[in-house]
């Protein structure tokens, strides 16, 4: 009994992490701060806060990690409460992302940029993703961190 026990817990990991998505290598330079300097006052005049804003469904299996391009350049790998700051000048900027559910789930969007867009959320969902600016920090932003520049791990 032991043994199945083991064997079925081996496989559920393996199959969770299965799941998990290669980061990318972002070509972007991030806006270094920290939690305590992040004031939504601070951001806008092309200083953008992009967060993961994933909910607990896809955190629990693993499927929250989102693979993000801008412009056709990576930003890199962010994973779920986790959040960037880089510049962008005023204007159109697409965005690509992809999350992987047992498939992979890529989506396009476009934003307009301007002095006073401050915060942009992304999220896997259940068919896609969904991108959307929304100028404001996320709740238990306290609880959030400054997403590492990943290469391959």
């Not at 992009?50 to 989102?66: C, E, F, P, V």
Request: charged content about 25%; glycine content about 4%; some cysteine.
């Amino acid at each position: 009994m032991k043994k199945i026990k083991l064997t079925i817990t081996l496989f559920t990991l393996i199959l969770l992490n299965s799941c998990a998505l290669k980061p990318i290598a972002s070509q972007y330079n991030f806006v270094k701060t920290t939690i305590k300097n992040v004031r939504l006052n601070d951001l806008g005049n092309g200083n953008i806060l992009i967060y993961n804003g994933s909910n607990i469904l896809h955190k629990i299996d693993n499927t929250a990690r989102l693979n993000i391009w801008l412009d056709n350049k990576p930003l890199g790998q962010i994973r779920p409460s986790e959040y960037v700051i880089i510049n962008l000048k005023n204007g159109k900027h697409h965005f690509k992302v992809l999350h992987i559910d047992v498939v992979n789930m890529r989506s396009k969007h476009e934003i307009e940029i301007n002095n006073d867009t401050k915060v942009i959320k992304i999220k896997p969902t259940i068919t896609s993703n969904k991108l959307e600016v929304t100028n404001k920090l996320p709740k238990k932003f306290s609880k959030f961190k400054y997403a590492k520049k990943r290469g391959h791990e």
